[in-house]
């Protein structure tokens, strides 16, 4: 059974960092390209960032370029997301997600996890 089990969230000031993990179960991680996506209070699912099978090839959405770092542990099997410089706009329930290919779509997502609850805030 394909289990994604993220953890990491919390409380944090603005300015503040976290990092988000994502172990994954059930599947061959290491031939996955995944990535997170985050909804934050009332909107819609977004699209954050993603990596390739191997952990060589991401992207970000412009919201967190240059502040968010996606990686992965293929050996342990978890999806990383270290962010940085948290804004109160970044407060969301992020998800790490298994994705067919590399520039999936959101609505291509194979597997969801439940997520986990970042809140930004003074």
């Known amino acids: 059974q394909v289990q994604l089990v993220e953890s990491g969230g919390g409380l944090v000031r603005p300015g503040g960092s976290l990092r988000l993990s994502c172990a994954a179960f059930g599947f061959n991680f290491k031939l996955d390209t995944m990535m997170w996506v985050r909804q934050a209070p009332g909107k819609g699912l977004e699209w954050v960032s993603r990596?390739?099978?191997?952990?060589?090839?991401?992207d970000y959405s412009d919201s967190v370029k240059g502040r968010y770092i996606i990686s992965r542990d293929n050996e342990k099997q978890i999806l990383y997301l270290e962010m940085n410089n948290l804004q109160v706009e970044d407060t969301a329930m992020y998800f790490c997600?298994?994705?067919?290919?590399?520039?999936?779509?959101?609505?291509?997502?194979?597997?969801r996890g439940k997520g986990t609850l970042v809140t930004v805030s003074s």
């Open positions: 997600a298994r994705t067919p290919r590399y520039n999936a779509e959101i609505e291509e997502i194979i597997n």
């Open positions: 990596i390739d099978y191997n952990g060589v090839v991401m």
